[in-house]
């Protein structure tokens, strides 16, 4: 079994940052890539922004040169550094991971979310 924990959640004024974390647990045999999507209320959940094992990343463009995604391999972690935040990036952020298990399962896991929440 495979789960993931978020932290860094909050409310925040507009303009300002937080910073997001999330880690991967659990038989692990390689975590191929992490990510952030986000839904906000009566909307689809998006991509926000992903990167891979090798460091390539991939973002939404909403949040292209505002947002950074960067990972540390050796802990399973991703984390996601968010700047000039707007009340429109108000939504619950979840975390995504495509693992393979120590049985060599490919499997996609989700957090439980995490809201942000940004005041005008």
């Known amino acids: 079994q495979v789960q993931l924990v978020e932290s860094g959640g909050g409310l925040v004024q507009a303009g300002g940052s937080l910073r997001l974390s999330c880690v991967a647990s659990?038989?692990?045999?390689?975590?191929?890539?992490m990510g952030w999507y986000r839904q906000a209320p009566g909307k689809q959940r998006e991509l926000v922004a992903a990167?891979?094992?090798?460091?390539?990343?991939n973002y939404g463009d909403s949040v292209k040169g505002r947002f950074t995604i960067s990972r540390d391999v050796a802990k399973n972690t991703v984390y996601f550094q968010m700047n000039s935040l707007k009340p429109e990036d108000t939504a619950v952020y979840y975390c995504?991971?495509?693992?393979?298990?120590?049985?060599?399962?490919?499997?996609?896991?989700w957090g439980q979310g995490t809201q942000v929440t940004v005041s005008s």
């Open positions: 995504n991971a495509r693992v393979v298990t120590s049985r060599l399962f490919e499997l996609e896991v």
């Open positions: 659990g038989s692990i045999f390689r975590v191929n890539s």
């Open positions: 990167c891979t094992s090798g460091g390539s990343t």
